[in-house]
C-alpha cells in the first residue's frame, strides 16, 4: 500500500526551507513535521527539550515522599515486572538511588508463583524487611487489592506505570501513569522504564544535581523503549537517540557483556572508551539481542538475575552473570521453539481454530514464561489477533498479540467478566481466567473480533512510503535518510518503491534460499544497482527470463572486503502485469 501523499504546498515548503528533495521532504510531512523548527527538533534531538517531570501527575507527591523517606532513614524498595521494561526501570532507580542512599533494595516477583505486577508475596516481603516506601514500576494501576493491603501495614506506595488505568486507581501515596484520564502530562507512551528515569529526573531536578548525573541512566532507557515496543516519537525519539549513543560508546558492564556474549564487540578497531565495535547498534539490536537476553532470565528463572547483571559496576562479574542468563535464553530458545511448533500442528489440525478470525490456542503444559513468544510467532504466521494459554497456578493464563490497527486490549476488556486479571497495551496484553471459563471467553472473544475487526486489515500488507528511481539513490540522500533514526514504531525506516526494473544478468542465489539482485532501471538510468532479497530465490527462474519487476525495499550500507556501497534490502518483489502498482513520476 502506498501510502497518502503530504500537502504539495507544505511538501515545497519544506523542500526550500531544508533544501531536501521531493522525496525526503515528503517523509517528513508523513511524519507530522511541517516547518523548520519541527524538522530541526526531529532531526536533532536535545535532552533540553524533556519535558518538566512535574507536568506528570503526582510527581510532586511522588518526590515529596521520597525526600521524606530519605530524611528519616526508611527502608526503601524499589519493586518491577520481570519483563526487560520493568527489570531496566528497577536498574535505572534503584541504580541512581543507591549512589547517595543505601538504605534501598529491590524486588522483581516471581513468574510462576506470583504472577506479573504487584504480589501479596511482594507486600509480605516488604513488611518482613521493615519497608516503608515501595516505589512499583511498569506495574502497579489495577493492583487495588494490593495496594489495599499495603495500607493496612503502613506500607506506602508509588506506583509508576504506563498501562491502561482501570475505572478506580489504586490508593497509592502516588500514581504515576501519563495514561490516566487526569494527567495532562504533555507525551502519553513512556516505557515503563521511561516513567522511572521521569521520577530520577524530577528527584535531581528539585535537589539541583545537574541533569549530566542522569546520563548514565539512558542506555537503560533505550533498551526498554526499544524492547516494550513502544513509539519512537517525542520524548521517546530523543531519550532513544541518546541512549543509543551512549550503548554505542561506552555501555554499562551488564549491557557490555550481554552484547559480547552476542559476538557484537570484537572489532578490530576501538572507540574512546577501548570498546571494540563492530558495527553501529541500533534499536533492533536492542529488541532481537539484548532484549531476549534480558528477559530469559524472567522466563526461566529470575528476573532478579537481570537487575543483578545491569546494576553490577564490574565487567568481569557482569560477564560471568551474563553467561548464566545467556544460558537461560538457550533454554528459552528450545521452549519457545518446541511449543510454537506444537501450536503450529494444533492449528493445522483443528478447522474450527482454523474458521476464526481470531486465533485462540491452549495446553496446559506449555512454559508460561515463553507464550508470548509463540503468540508473536503465530500472529506472523496466521496474522490474525492471537492469544496462546497455559495453566499456572490453578488458573489458565496467557498473553495475546495483535495485529496493526486491531486494539487487542480493548477485545480483551470486552471480555472482563470471565477473567481474573487482565492488562497491558493496544498491540500486547495479558489475562488470567478460570479453567471452566474457558470456553465461554473462547467464544465471547471471536465474536468482540468479529464485531471490531475490519476484515481487509487481516492481510499482512507492505507500507510503501514513496516511489523513487534507482538514480535518485545516491551518498547525499542517504546520509539524509540515516538521521532519520532511531527507527521503531510510529517512525519505521523507510520503504521504498521502485518499478519497471531488469536482471542486468547477475542476480544469482547465494545462501539458503537468498536472492542476491543485480538490477538496472531501463526506462531512467541504465546504471546497475546491488539488491539482497532474503528468503526470496523462489522469484529467481522468473528474474532471469528478463521479466520487468517491481521491488519494494529498504535502503542500505553492504560492507564487503573493505568497501561499503549502498544496496536495497528487498522485502517484496512483484513481476509487471501482477497486481500492478499505480504508474507515478513517469515509470
Known amino acids: 500500500m502506498l501510502k497518502k501523499k503530504g500537502e504539495p504546498e507544505v511538501v515545497r515548503h519544506l523542500m526550500e526551507v531544508l533544501n531536501v528533495n521531493e522525496s525526503i521532504a515528503n517523509l517528513l510531512v508523513q511524519r507530522d513535521i511541517t516547518d523548520y523548527e519541527q524538522a530541526k527538533a526531529f532531526f536533532r534531538p536535545q535532552l533540553t527539550d524533556l519535558h518538566d517531570p512535574f507536568l506528570m501527575k503526582d510527581m510532586d507527591k511522588a518526590i515529596l515522599r521520597i525526600e521524606q523517606a530519605i530524611e528519616n532513614n526508611e527502608r526503601i524498595l524499589v519493586y518491577g515486572d520481570y519483563d526487560v521494561d520493568g527489570t531496566t526501570a528497577v536498574s ?27 504480589s501479596f508475596k511482594g507486600i509480605d516481603y516488604a513488611k518482613s524487611t521493615d519497608v516503608k516506601l515501595v516505589v512499583a514500576l511498569d506495574c502497579g494501576i489495577k493492583a487495588n487489592e494490593q495496594i489495599e493491603y499495603a495500607n493496612k501495614f503502613d506500607i506506602d506506595f508509588i506506583i509508576g506505570d504506563h498501562h491502561r488505568p482501570g475505572e478506580f486507581l489504586p490508593e497509592a501515596v502516588a500514581v504515576l501513569d501519563p495514561k490516566r484520564a487526569d494527567c495532562k502530562y504533555p507525551y502519553k507512551e513512556l516505557s515503563g522504564c521511561g516513567i522511572g528515569f521521569k521520577l530520577i529526573q524530577a528527584y535531581a531536578q528539585k535537589k539541583e544535581i545537574p541533569f549530566e548525573q542522569l546520563d548514565p541512566a539512558l542506555d537503560l532507557v533505550a533498551v526498554s523503549i526499544a524492547s516494550d515496543i513502544v513509539p519512537i516519537t517525542g520524548e521517546n525519539r530523543i531519550l532513544a537517540y541518546y541512549g543509543l549513543k551512549l550503548i554505542n560508546s561506552n555501555p554499562r558492564p551488564g549491557l557490555r557483556a550481554i552484547l559480547s556474549l552476542s559476538n557484537i564487540v570484537h572489532s578490530n578497531t576501538k572507540n574512546e572508551n577501548g570498546l571494540y565495535f563492530n558495527r553501529e547498534l541500533n534499536v533492533n539490536d536492542m529488541v532481537f539481542l539484548v532484549g531476549p537476553r534480558i528477559n530469559a532470565a524472567g522466563r526461566i528463572e529470575s528476573g532478579k538475575n537481570a537487575v543483578e547483571l545491569l546494576v553490577c559496576d564490574d565487567y568481569e562479574k557482569a560477564v560471568l552473570l551474563g553467561d548464566q542468563i545467556n544460558q537461560c535464553n538457550n533454554e528459552r530458545r528450545n521452549l519457545d521453539s518446541s511449543a510454537t511448533q506444537e501450536a503450529l500442528e494444533l492449528i493445522s489440525q483443528d478447522t474450527t481454530i482454523q474458521d476464526t478470525l481470531a ?11 515463553v507464550i508470548g513468544i509463540v503468540a508473536s510467532r503465530l500472529t506472523d504466521t496466521y496474522y490474525r489477533p492471537t492469544i496462546v494459554l497455559t495453566q499456572s497456578n490453578g488458573l489458565i493464563t496467557g498473553s495475546a498479540r495483535s495485529i496493526k490497527e486491531f486494539d487487542i486490549y480493548d477485545a480483551i476488556e470486552a471480555c472482563s467478566d470471565l477473567l481474573e486479571h487482565f492488562g497491558g497495551h493496544k498491540y500486547a496484553a495479558g489475562l488470567s481466567l478460570k479453567p ?6 473462547r467464544e465471547k472473544f471471536e465474536r468482540i473480533v468479529r464485531q471490531m475487526i475490519d476484515h481487509n486489515k487481516l492481510v499482512p500488507e507492505i507500507e510503501i512510503d514513496d516511489q523513487l528511481n534507482l538514480k535518485d539513490i545516491n551518498d547525499k540522500f542517504f546520509k539524509i535518510l540515516k538521521q532519520f533514526a532511531p527507527f521503531g514504531p510510529e517512525n519505521m525506516a523507510p520503504v521504498f518503491l521502485t518499478t519497471g526494473l531488469v536482471n ?42 528478463g521479466r520487468p519487476f517491481h521491488v519494494c525495499y529498504h535502503i542500505e550500507e553492504n560492507e564487503w572486503n573493505g568497501k561499503v556501497t549502498l544496496q536495497l ?12 502498482f499505480p504508474e507515478e513520476k513517469g515509470y
Not at 359 to 369: E, F, I, L, Q, S
Not at 572 to 578: H, L, M, Q, S
Open 92 to 118: 535505572l532507580v534503584y541504580s541512581f538511588f543507591y549512589t547517595f542512599y543505601q538504605n534501598i533494595d529491590y524486588y522483581i516477583p516471581d513468574r510462576y508463583s506470583e504472577g506479573y505486577g504487584i
Open 504 to 545: 542486468t544478468g547477475y542476480s544469482r542465489i547465494v545462501g539458503n534460499n537468498h536472492l542476491k539482485l543485480s538490477v538496472v532501471h531501463p526506462r531512467i538510468s541504465s546504471l546497475p544497482f546491488d539488491g539482497i532479497a532474503f528468503q526470496q530465490g523462489d522469484k529467481y527462474p522468473e528474474i532471469i527470463k
Open 359 to 369: 486465533t485462540v490456542v491452549y495446553n496446559p503444559n506449555w512454559h508460561k514464561g
Open 436 to 441: 471452566e471459563n474457558l470456553q465461554s471467553f
Open 569 to 580: 534490502n528487498v522485502k517484496d518483489i512483484k513481476f509487471e502485469y501482477e497486481d500492478e
